[in-house]
């Protein structure tokens, strides 16, 4: 059934989201219908705000819905540009005089859960399809796909085509229930207006993968009575609301990761205010102005060959003038001269993957455009923008000048904790440079930057969802990230200093017990030290935010402990390299026993036992071996290290023991009894330039554990070993890669041990 040729005076118009050629063919049928009701897919509960909507806002903007309950969150956008058929329908509707309704169920209900964006492609669900399509019009995608049949093509008989396009498409896919409950509550309101409408025209404008079930749907709908359908309402428990907010072209960008009809937004926008045929040749601009703009060279002769091309590829595939496509093959052509490692963005769908070439990178840029919508001043904002607006001024914070905080000042922590809890909202506008941070030591100073962001106001708006004020908002967030991490001891420790920074001791306690009750089954020996080192940080020095010496971390502190050292016991991994992140952990063990075992009662002889039986396990990791030995060091057991050290002197084990019991022992290392580093220095110059070769990558890893001061100390006693006068800092830098040095000295020694051989070598420089 064609879309003019529907019962009762219904036209039916199924549509691409956001595309040009469907939004032309929207605005003519409205023109030529005058309908008296003009239906569009979108969601029924903001039928009330169409005057609203429709206020003189810069597109791009969205609706976007948040809703919250006991059992799911979800987040979703309904975003409108300029050639969105769903925005034209409503905008030359209510120029007609037509009455506007929005059809489908509302944003936040369960059949559209999935969705984070209303106006997403169906074609998942029709990919065979599409799929048989492009190989027999020689197309890559149905990007590709829709363009040769519809955007540069005539508008002639376009309404036909696409019935045509969506019927073959939808006959060979079967909707979800999801999609059947929204179909049912769109043909409802159908014949709800084609009844009130007594036989004036009704327009209907959905997605096209919707109308052959419309069609069907509402062909004997006689049986409907006046009514609209009724609007469902968020549960009694949940938190739900709608807000309009400025959209970007950026965000509309399937190559940025929206999942959107139509990528390329600029490009787009060009062929709606044009036609294809200038949008063309302004592409071609945009592209060598931003080259340009990033200092790559772009020639006049460069861009007449791109156009050229694009010419001759359009002839070639059909068109009757250049289209998307045809003109970034040609540029393409053009501007890149080297082989190119991955496909072309435009050749595939998703994302613009990482290594892509640079002038592709620009290309795809200039293709989306920086359009920033901005909402009309009139517009209602949810109270949390208030509130932001409210609490920044109340602590002296303009967004214009670096923050620059004294932690042991009320005001300034009170002002740190507000730019923690927008941090923790996602709101833009400051980053911190400096300041409190795991695994440092601790300060008692920040600081904070400007960071302006053209889209602050509509990540404001979009954290409103979780409550009305910043307090309230971030509490829900913090209570959200908590339930979806689960049992991810490494995200909750993270969650945990950041509730601290926050100021927020409530959460605080309620992620310790989720920690702990993760804690007990924790298999990860790095992430379970990460959460340790967090635990033990707020245990010492968080007296400012409110948590040192607390019974809660406390407890943390003891379980993970003992789980730690439960979990190295049984490491089996003899050839293993060495693993910073296990040995990160083991750090956070020793400053556990160190500094938190007498107040704790940690068990001190208990950790000695296994750092003893671990150091001399051969079935250990050496790494761990190393570490064993350095924890039982570290904690005052001096043990025979230059001893064990000939016991690890294979060029494959040496480093990562090494590197172990310098992540654990380094202090004691430096500034103890010299005999080890004499050994490693005797050790290092008697392997051969092959072995060593093999030793160098872990020994650099080794060695990196020590900081700048122990470094030089290292090196000195090392000067100290093999004379000369020369200042220690020289040891320390190396012209060359030392990989480099080390490759060279073994192709030395394998030369020289082949002119022996051949008598070409006595060994006197001859």
Known sequence: MSATGAPGGVTFLGVRHHSPACARLVAATVARLRPAYVLVEGPADLNGRMDELLLDHELPIA??????????????????????????????????????RFIDLPAWHPALSDRANRYADADQRYAEAVRRLCATLAVDNVDALWDHLFEIGPDDGLAERLDTYFDVLRGESAAGDDDTAREAYMARWVRAARRRAAGRPVLVVTGGFHRPALVRLTADGDGADDDWPEVPTPAPDAVAGSYLVPYSFRRLDAFVGYQSGMPSPAYYQRVWE????????????AVAARLRTRRQPVSTADLIAARSMAGGLARLRGHAHPGRVDVLDGLVSALVTDALDQPLPWATRGTLAPG?????????????????????????????????????????????????????????????????RLRLLDVPGHARESGPRVGADALLTERWSPAPSADRLARVIEAGGYGPTVLDAVTARIEERVTLLGADVDALATTLFDTALAGLPEHSTRTLTAIARAA??????????????????????????????????GALITAAVRRALWLVEGVRAVAAPADPGRLTALVAVRDAVRHAGPALGLDRDGALAVAGRVAGDAAAPPDLRGAALGLAWSLGDVPDAARAVRAVAAPDTLGDWLGGLFALAREEVVSGDAALLTVVDELLGSMGAHDFLVALPALRQAFGWFPPRERAEVARHVQALHGGDAPPGDLLRLDADPLLVAAARAVEERVDAVLTREGLWEGDGT
Do not use: K, N
């Open 63 to 100: 609706v976007f819905t948040a809703h919250r309950d006991g059992t799911r969150r979800h987040a979703s956008w309904s975003p409108f540009c300029a050639y969105s058929p769903e925005w034209v329908a409503l905008t030359a509707g209510r120029e007609a005089g037509a009455q506007l």
């Open 520 to 553: 007990g089954g924790v298999t990860d020996l790095r992430a379970l030290g990460r959460a340790l080192a967090v635990a033990l940080a707020l245990w010492r020095h968080d007296r400012l935010l409110g948590s040192a010496g607390t019974a809660p971390l």
């Open 356 to 420: 892509a070439h640079p002038v592709v990178v620009e290309m795809v840029a200039a293709l989306s455009g920086d359009r920033v919508g901005r909402l009309h001043p009139d517009t209602p904002l949810p109270p949390l923008v208030h509130d932001v607006d409210a609490e920044l001024e109340r602590h002296r914070i303009d967004g214009r000048a670096p923050v620059e905080l004294d932690l042991t000042d009320a005001d300034d922590l009170a002002r740190s904790r507000l730019l923690h």
């Open 274 to 285: 044009d036609g294809p045929r200038r949008a063309a040749e302004a592409l071609t601009e």
